[in-house]
């Protein structure tokens, strides 16, 4: 096995990840519960983001079926490196417009489309990505429209979403786009805030959107820290890294 990640990894961290992966579905069926919501409601999807590829072999074996990555070169080059695991690839973090041809060509969700651009983008690539056989036929990629849910006065560009009076707009402009599917709506909590918050208002801003695209049915929010709170409020995903993987690199 090479070193650019294919490998076992070490027997150490089997077991980390191992424990990691069961430590956050126990938070998570613990919130279920909590919720009243049935078992099983909530889909983990662990981000892998700056770890190699040989975690996201260990995370398969130990029964992940869902990661999710944020940046290229990087998220292209482990979903190749793992394409023999059978995993369903989610693209969590924003995506640069001229970088969408390249997520359309691994991923399966995206959970981060907040502007009619990268919409078009997305629905370009993906069907360059059919036309050249990256994708099997048929392919379809489920998109998400991430809202952002700080006060209109504390919008930070950098982090990315939508204001919520365009998340329908957007949400049309998806559902009506070739080869992408509309799946539902994202948010980050705004750092520093009480997320429960937030993530009402999330759950508000999806339910808007369901009943004008009853299939839509997706509520990612929930992170490392705040898992629980979005659980309560009705998220149908997280996606959680560090409370599975450990404490992560800064990004650069
Ligand atoms: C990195 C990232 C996560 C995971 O965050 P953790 O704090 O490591 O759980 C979730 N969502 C998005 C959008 C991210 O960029």
Known sequence: ?????????????????????RAVRQRVADAEAA????????????????FPASDVRLLAASGAGDVG??????????????ADLGLRWHQVGQVQTNKAAAVAAWADVVHSVDRPRLVAALERGHRRALEEGARP??????VLVQV???DDDERDP????????????????????????????????????????????LAQVAARVRAQHPGADAVSAGMSGDLEAAVAAGATHVRVGRAVLGARPPIV
């Open 148 to 150: 952002d849910l700080a």
């Open 1 to 21: 096995m090479s070193e650019d990640g294919a490998g076992a990894g070490s027997p150490g961290r089997a077991a980390e990840l191992a424990e990691g992966l």
């Open 158 to 201: 950098g982090r990315g979403g939508a204001a919520p009076r365009d998340v329908a707009g957007l949400a049309d402009a998806v559902a009506a786009a070739g080869g992408l599917r509309l799946a539902g709506v994202m948010a980050v909590a705004p750092a520093g805030v009480d997320p429960r918050g937030p993530f009402e208002r």
């Open 69 to 82: 990555e944020s940046r290229e070169p990087e998220a292209g080059l482990k979903a190749a490196a793992c």
């Open 35 to 50: 919720a009243g919501r049935a078992a099983g409601s909530v889909l983990l999807v662990v981000v892998t983001k700056t």
């Open 137 to 142: 036929e048929g392919h379809v990629l489920d």
